[in-house]
C-alpha cells in the first residue's frame, strides 16, 4: 500500500463526517428579506437581496503555509487566498466584489505579513475585488507560525445564477488546466518529499526549481474569463476542482453521472508524487487537481466557442467528458468511481 491523505493526516471522509455533524446543528436561519437560498452543498452560498443575490464564501490556504515558511517566501500566498474563495463563487455564476482577510500569528511578524499582504494586493487585482478589510490575531497559544484565511462577497442577478439544475445528459464536460497543484493536497505533497528525503530546497530531475517553489506556483484566477464566458456562451454548470479532486464534480447535480473519457494530461509534478509515494490512481483523482483545476458543463454545441473563448485568456481547455444518465463520478481511463463527496 502507498501513502494516503489519511496515514499522511487528513481523512477527508472523517472530515465530510465532521462537517455534516456540525451542519446539523446549524438550524436557525433569517427569513424574508437576506434570507439564505437552498442551491444543495454548493461551493458558495446565496443570499436573497432584493433584485439580485449576495453570495459568500471562506476558505484558507492550508498547509501550503508550511512550504512559504520553509522557504521563507510569503508573496504569492495571498493570491491562493482569494482564489480559492473568488473560483468558489464564480461556480455560482456570482462576481466577487470584496474580500476580508484573517491573520493569525504566533508573534508580530512586521516582515512576513507585508509580503502576504504583496500577495493578497496581487490577488485581488486578478480577482478585480476590493479588500476591504480584515484581522490580524496575535495568538501564540493558537497557531505555530502563521494562518491565512479570507472570505469572499460578490453577487448575482436573479435569474442568472448557475446551480446546476439545467445539465442534462449529453452535455460536454470541459476541462480548464491548472497552473499546478493549487491549495490543496498540501500536507500528502509534503509527506511524499520527507519519506522520499527530498528537501523543499532540492531540485527533482526534470526540474529547473526547487520542490517548494513548485508546490507554491500559486492558484490560477479564472474569475475574469469565466465572467466574461458566462455573458457569450450558454453553460449549464461549474466546478472549482479543489479538495476531494473529482469528487467536487458530485455537486454540480444529483441524478446523472459525470464521466471524464479523455482527462487532461497532469502538470509533472503529480507523477513524480505519485511515484515516490506509490500513491494509487483512485487517491490522487480524490485528493489533487490532476492538471484540471477548473470544469465546465456545456451543451455540446457550445463547448468550441467556450474552449475558443478560453485560448483567448491563454487558458488551456479541452472536452474532458460527457454528462451520461447514472450517478456519480466516473474516470473511464483509470476505471474509478466516486459516489460522495
Known amino acids: 500500500m502507498g501513502l494516503t491523505y489519511a496515514k499522511s493526516g487528513v481523512n477527508i471522509d472523517e472530515k465530510s463526517a465532521a462537517i455534516a455533524a456540525l451542519v446539523k446543528e446549524l438550524r436557525f436561519t433569517r427569513k424574508g428579506f437576506g434570507a439564505p437560498v437552498d442551491i444543495g452543498g454548493h461551493f458558495t452560498g446565496l443570499i436573497d437581496f432584493g433584485q439580485n443575490y449576495l453570495s459568500m464564501c471562506t476558505d484558507g490556504v492550508g498547509t501550503k503555509l508550511l512550504v512559504a515558511e520553509a522557504l521563507d517566501k510569503w508573496d504569492t500566498v495571498g493570491i491562493d487566498c482569494i482564489a480559492m474563495n473568488a473560483n468558489d463563487m464564480i461556480c455560482v455564476g456570482a462576481e466577487p466584489l470584496a474580500f476580508v482577510d484573517y491573520i493569525a500569528v504566533d508573534k508580530p511578524r512586521p516582515k512576513t505579513v507585508e509580503a502576504v499582504g504583496r500577495g493578497l494586493s496581487r490577488g485581488a487585482e486578478l480577482a478585480n475585488l476590493s479588500i476591504i478589510g480584515g484581522e490580524t490575531a496575535v495568538v501564540p497559544e493558537m497557531v505555530r507560525g502563521l494562518d491565512l484565511s479570507g472570505t469572499c462577497l460578490g453577487f448575482v442577478k436573479k435569474g442568472n445564477q448557475i446551480v446546476g439544475s439545467a445539465i442534462r445528459p449529453g452535455d460536454a464536460v470541459i476541462g480548464i488546466e491548472s497552473s499546478g497543484i493549487h491549495s490543496n493536497g498540501l500536507t500528502l505533497a509534503r509527506r511524499v518529499f520527507r519519506?522520499?528525503?527530498?528537501?523543499?530546497?532540492?531540485?527533482?530531475?526534470?526540474?529547473?526549481?526547487?520542490?517548494?517553489?513548485?508546490?507554491?506556483?500559486?492558484?490560477?484566477?479564472?474569475?475574469?474569463?469565466?465572467?466574461?464566458?458566462?455573458?457569450?456562451?450558454?453553460?449549464?454548470?461549474?466546478?472549482?476542482?479543489?479538495?476531494?479532486?473529482?469528487?467536487?464534480?458530485?455537486?454540480?447535480?444529483?441524478?446523472?453521472?459525470?464521466?471524464?473519457?479523455?482527462?487532461?494530461?497532469?502538470?509533472?509534478?503529480?507523477?513524480?508524487?505519485?511515484?515516490?509515494?506509490?500513491?494509487?490512481?483512485?487517491?490522487?483523482?480524490?485528493?489533487?487537481?490532476?492538471?484540471?483545476?477548473?470544469?465546465?458543463?456545456?451543451?455540446?454545441?457550445?463547448?468550441?466557442?467556450?474552449?475558443?473563448?478560453?485560448?483567448?485568456?491563454?487558458?488551456?481547455?479541452?472536452?474532458?467528458?460527457?454528462?451520461?444518465?447514472?450517478?456519480?463520478?466516473?474516470?473511464?481511463?483509470?476505471?474509478?468511481?466516486?459516489?460522495?463527496?
Not at 513548485?214 to 454548470?237: A, W
Not at 455537486?251 to 508524487?273: H, S, T, Y
Request: hydrophobic letters at 40%; proline letters at 6%; a positive charge.
Open 195 to 341: 519519506d522520499a528525503r527530498i528537501n523543499l530546497l532540492d531540485n527533482l530531475p526534470g526540474f529547473d526549481h526547487s520542490v517548494g517553489e513548485e508546490l507554491l506556483r500559486p492558484t490560477h484566477m479564472y474569475v475574469r474569463p469565466i465572467l466574461e464566458l458566462l455573458k457569450r456562451t450558454d453553460i449549464h454548470g461549474l466546478a472549482n476542482i479543489t479538495g476531494g479532486g473529482l469528487r467536487n464534480l458530485l455537486r454540480l447535480k444529483p441524478g446523472v453521472q459525470v464521466r471524464i473519457e479523455r482527462p487532461m494530461a497532469p502538470q509533472a509534478i503529480f507523477p513524480a508524487m505519485q511515484k515516490l509515494g506509490k500513491i494509487s490512481n483512485k487517491e490522487m483523482y480524490q485528493i489533487f487537481n490532476m492538471g484540471m483545476g477548473f470544469t465546465l458543463v456545456a451543451p455540446k454545441d457550445s463547448a468550441e466557442p467556450a474552449i475558443e473563448m478560453l485560448a483567448r485568456h491563454g487558458l488551456r481547455a479541452q472536452v474532458v467528458g460527457r454528462i451520461t444518465r447514472g450517478t456519480g463520478v466516473v474516470q473511464a481511463k483509470h476505471k474509478l468511481c466516486y459516489d460522495r463527496y
